[in-house]
């Protein structure tokens, strides 16, 4: 194994081990509260049970929690301790070392490089996945769609696909409104960065100032968004000052769908987006295949005689087309290029998956609110210690092998090396070490993403140089 690329997993090992260790943990907890007298139960055994040891502590018995402790840890407790330890101030603990692990920012440095998208410094991509909960935790966390008799946790994401870094993570009731944390996280955007909306987070002045911190944006457009041109004969008083409603000329999408021949695409370089506050910003319109609008079209009557709810035939009929937006420069950004670099936000779907798949987040009983954010909160420790292990390794197999690493296979093989990794923050830096390479080397033999016919990956998107085939063994 070459110097350099033990090198990184020893500084891997050691981010870990300045974060996870018991002795850090044990200074986490202090400050917290968690720890204030001797005992054998300390943090580190609080983490081996939401973190560590993949057991489900929302849904998990008190009994099958502490003899896993005991048989993990040598820790003896009884099923009424352990639940008077699932308290405020374990919450709070594992609450900050979340953040600790959101602000340290393990390997910051690793990111990849993209041939074709130069301009980008970060993709942006913000989405949020929500879950029912039992009827008992109705009063702290109310679901979405309106009902007060429903509970749901809403978890709002977004991160940085090039470098798999989690910029933005707020957990809460599922009513949560998505655009307005939409407009939270624009404090943290910098000149450079292309942010990536879903149809929850769009608003014309969160798109504006964007644009004005010199990063871009790619968006789809609301079907009842007014779209205008400037109109070249408009009309004036008679003293010669402009008449305001004669400025523009709003364009009638009806019609220019029916333009279109089903899977073409068009753009309008010099467009302008709203009723009142008009954004300037580049339009492109394509028109779904007939198979695609049927889909679209039926999936649609599902969603009304689930909700209740009838759209009027004019939106359904626009339904038949995807009308993006964005200020990225064409030269950089082809027309044709738009709906691929906007497919790139099903990346966090793929995340969503596995932390409802592999950590079964979603999953809960009725039990004391305290149990189950020490459930929530360990778990989101877990998901952000393996999405940083898998970016870290995704990194290390493109430069060293030119693979492209699979998100949703690897989730699930770093996931299955916890049990391992857990005693190796307590042990010696090498043992750590070792235990990465063993991963890295199952990740190159079984990690490699499985390319579908026609279907860009990421790499494609991104224009990032990789083997496409694993090479034949020749037969003797």
Not at 59 to 88: I, K, Y
Not at 91 to 106: I, N, P, S
Not at 251 to 276: C, K, R
């Amino acid at each position: 194994m070459d110097v350099q690329f033990s090198e990184e997993l020893h500084l891997f090992a050691q981010e870990l081990q300045r974060s996870l260790s018991p002795i850090a943990l044990q200074e986490i907890a202090k400050k917290v509260g968690f720890v204030k007298r001797s005992s054998k139960y300390q943090a580190n055994e609080l983490m081996a049970l939401c973190v560590w040891l993949s057991q489900e502590v929302a849904r998990t018995s008190l009994a099958q929690l502490c003899s896993r402790l005991e048989a993990s840890t040598g820790v003896l407790m009884s099923q009424e301790r352990l639940n008077q330890r699932f308290n405020p101030a374990a919450v709070q603990f594992l609450r900050e070392v979340f953040a600790l692990l959101l602000t340290q920012k393990l390997c910051a440095t690793q990111s990849l490089s993209s041939t074709l998208f130069l301009i980008f410094n970060r993709i942006r991509i913000l989405d949020a996945t929500v879950f029912q909960l039992p009827d008992a935790f109705v009063s702290d966390y109310q679901g979405s769609g309106g009902s007060s008799n429903t509970a749901g946790v809403k978890i709002q994401l977004e991160y940085d696909l090039l470098s798999g870094q989690f910029l933005h993570v707020q957990l809460g009731p599922g009513k949560d409104n998505d655009k307005t944390y939409g407009t939270t996280c624009l404090e943290s955007v910098k000149a450079g960065d292309f942010c990536l909306r879903d149809l929850g987070y769009f608003d014309l002045r969160d798109l504006q100032t964007i644009h004005e911190l010199g990063a871009f944006y790619l968006s789809r457009l609301k079907l009842n968004t007014r779209i205008y041109v400037k109109n070249p004969e408009p009309e004036y008083f008679k003293n010669g000052t402009l008449k305001k409603q004669s400025e523009y000329i709003q364009l009638n999408m009806a019609h220019i769908l029916n333009e279109l021949e089903p899977g073409e695409t068009i753009e309008l370089s010099e467009a302008y987006v709203g009723q009142i506050q008009k954004l300037p910003t580049r339009v492109i319109i394509h028109r779904l295949t007939n198979e695609q609008t049927k889909t679209r079209l039926n999936n649609q009557a599902v969603r009304e005689k689930k909700k209740g709810i009838v759209m009027k035939d004019k939106s359904k009929q626009l339904m038949g087309m995807n009308v993006y937006i964005t200020n990225t420069p064409p030269k950089e950004v082809p027309t044709n290029d738009v709906h691929s670099l906007y497919s790139l936000r099903w990346q966090i779907e793929i995340l969503f998956k596995t932390w409802k798949s592999f950590f079964e987040i979603d999953e809960c009983k009725t039990i004391k609110k305290e149990r189950l954010e020490c459930h929530l909160y360990g778990q989101l420790i877990g998901i952000l210690l393996c999405s940083s292990t898998m970016f870290q390794m995704r990194q290390l197999l493109l430069k060293k092998r030119k693979q492209e690493l699979s998100e949703y296979k690897s989730i699930y093989m770093i996931k299955d090396y916890f049990p391992l990794l857990f005693p190796a923050m307590a042990g010696d830096l090498t043992e750590l070490v070792t235990i990465l390479q063993r991963l890295y080397h199952l990740l190159k033999k079984n990690g490699r993403k499985c390319h579908r016919y026609q279907k860009k990956t990421v790499f494609d998107i991104l224009g990032i140089v990789y083997e496409t085939a694993v090479k034949q063994q020749q037969v003797a």
